[in-house]
């Protein structure tokens, strides 16, 4: 029980493109899902929250416009990076809490290349 | 500032041992902590959960510890194998923390060899 997917596995783009990632929770409903990116050898930084129905609330100094969240289910939350660049190059990892626990389950993560 | 402290960056031990990771947070007042196993281009694996008002968890051959006097998690794998090879992560929620978001540290890296 209690698998996140994520797709695509990796993804590569040109600059100036735009890439949709999903994040399902396979097993169980989250209302919450959480959106991080890793760089090489970093700890996970949280981009932003994702909350079922509502506006995501994004960390400090993470651009929402440019990273758009939307959490349409109880089952699917997707990022989209708008306008890709080289320096959007990363690791992107989903998380998703199942309702009424606080167990937090990843994703296996999203490797996209900006050319 | 706040930090989350994993000991070295770099553990490794030999197959049977029993590895112990540590987990350290300053400037935190955590409701409840996680571990977690990364391996190299995936994402983090939930291995275990403890509540700030617990001492102690186990699982199978992993036992996680918590104690908030001296803000410290400790992680034991004991009867190590080389299969636990692999990146482990602590992460911390703080208590009234509303949307369950997770502080991690920086991982320690555990290399068992035979």
């Known amino acids: 029980g209690a698998v996140v997917s994520q797709h695509p596995s990796r993804v590569i783009c040109k600059s100036g493109t735009s890439v949709k990632i999903e994040c399902r929770s396979l097993?169980?409903?989250?209302?919450?899902m959480f959106w991080y990116r890793q760089f090489p050898k970093q700890s996970l930084m949280l981009m932003a929250t994702?909350?079922?129905?509502?506006?995501?609330?994004?960390e400090q100094g993470v651009e929402k416009d440019k990273f758009l969240i939307n959490h349409a289910s109880l089952t699917l939350s997707t990022l989209t990076v708008t306008s890709a660049h080289p320096e959007d190059s990363s690791f992107y990892i989903c998380?998703?809490?199942?309702?009424?626990?606080?167990?937090?389950?990843f994703g296996p993560g999203t490797r996209l290349t900006v050319t | 500032s706040q930090k989350i402290e994993q000991n070295s960056e770099a553990l490794n031990i030999q197959e049977g041992k029993t590895a112990t990771l540590t987990c350290n947070y300053t400037?935190?007042?955590?409701?409840?902590l996680q571990w977690y196993r990364q391996d190299p281009g995936r994402g983090p694996v939930f291995l275990l959960l403890?509540?700030?008002?617990?001492k102690e968890k186990r699982k199978e051959r992993l036992k996680v510890t918590f104690d908030t006097t001296l803000k410290q998690s400790l992680f034991h794998i004991t009867a190590s194998q080389p299969a636990d090879s692999a990146t482990y992560l602590c992460?911390?929620?703080?208590?009234?923390?509303?949307?369950?978001?997770?502080?991690f540290g920086r991982g320690t890296q555990l290399t068992v060899w035979p």
């Open positions: 994702s909350n079922e129905g509502s506006k995501a609330t994004y």
């Open positions: 998380s998703a809490t199942p309702t009424g626990s606080v167990e937090q389950y």
């Open positions: 403890i509540r700030e008002n617990e």
């Open positions: 400037n935190y007042s955590p409701a409840y």
């Open positions: 992460a911390l929620a703080e208590g009234g923390s509303t949307l369950g978001r997770l502080y």
């Open positions: 097993d169980f409903q989250a209302t919450t």
